[in-house]
């Protein structure tokens, strides 16, 4: 699980009073005002801290909702269930059921949205898929040392594609249900082409 | 390639002119304001039409944009190289090209935020993905033809499989190179799993 370079550090610059009391802050205003009200401006005013603040310390606005929308997430989107199919599969569903059954989800599509807009929200947004995509890799990982799947298999373009399909699903408002993650797991595993024997071109 | 039910015919309700019109006033629009300044009321005033006009046509400012979009999309995006998997990769490749170095790509991106605020537009956002994996479910049915797919694999959920990793690295800020498309068309052939002889559970 490495991190990628384009991750940026940026806990050494804060101090632990102030993204405290910036997150409280943050909290705050999203709870008062909605999305809509979300502004660095009305964040930096509730914590009583300047905009430079923020913005060093978060980027911008979407760094600041990936904060909040971290630590609202279920803690486990990748649960052990023994087999690895069964894994992708819940993955898939408990991803997609937090962001349609719970604020997480409106708070991501906004992060989408703002990093349509600055390159430091499209970092944020980039940092959070490498997250989740690290995260699925260690789950499959595990599928590569009960041999159920290829040792040298690529792990994180398989997780790549396992997260993006649920973010079109949500961005284009089709939910993914249960079925369908089961026949996504199956093709992750299994491909589409006839199967031969021993050879994976 | 069957429509899904999820697209609105709207043909019937407008008249030719009026399309017209309406087409040329949003490209003047976007031309002359950008996505900025691109809004319903702007192309209604340059199209000398009325704004529910618009809204009963298109449905709203993502479908209009996406009217610009579809007019401004490579005609190939799904070529027939004579094998499934190189055209998979300039599949992908292409409609990568075609986001990065074409005003497509703004454009596209404008409709994906959109689709986060207004019903209407998430609808036309969903028909447009509808199309494209209806597009690539047939250049993979080229495949399950020549034996290189499985008869009965689930070709929309491979297209969309593929769509949607290009949507995610657009979004995100990622390019999507040769070398990855490749690697893409692989997984999806063939999966992750060991091969067996003969079974595809």
Not at 4 to 10: G, V
Not at 42 to 57: D, F, H, L
Not at 118 to 147: C, H, K, P, Q, W
Request: proline share 4%; with cysteine.
């Amino acid at each position: 699980m490495t991190q990628s370079p384009r991750r940026k550090s940026i806990g050494s610059q804060r101090n632990p009073e102030t993204i405290a009391a910036v997150r409280a802050a943050a909290e705050a205003v999203l709870e008062q005002k909605g999305l809509a009200g979300f502004t660095i401006e009305a964040v930096a005013k509730e914590a009583r801290a300047g905009k430079p603040t923020i913005y060093r310390g978060w980027g911008g606005r979407a760094g600041l909702l990936l904060d909040i929308y971290q630590s609202r997430k279920p803690a486990d989107l990748h649960p052990d269930t023994g087999s690895v199919r069964s894994d992708i599969a819940a993955f898939l569903v408990n991803l997609m059921d937090s962001w349609e059954g719970t604020s997480a989800g409106p708070i991501f599509r906004s992060i989408v949205v703002e990093a349509q807009q600055t390159a430091a929200s499209r970092n944020a947004l980039d940092g959070y898929f490498v997250e989740v995509i690290a995260e699925t890799e260690a789950m499959l990982s595990r599928g590569a040392a009960s041999g159920e799947i290829c040792k040298d298999a690529n792990l994180p373009q398989a997780a790549e594609m396992l997260l993006s399909i649920t973010v079109q699903r949500l961005l284009s408002g089709r939910s993914l249900g249960v079925k369908d993650a089961g026949l996504m797991a199956d093709m992750i595993l299994s491909g589409i082409a006839p199967q031969t024997n021993g050879s994976s071109s």
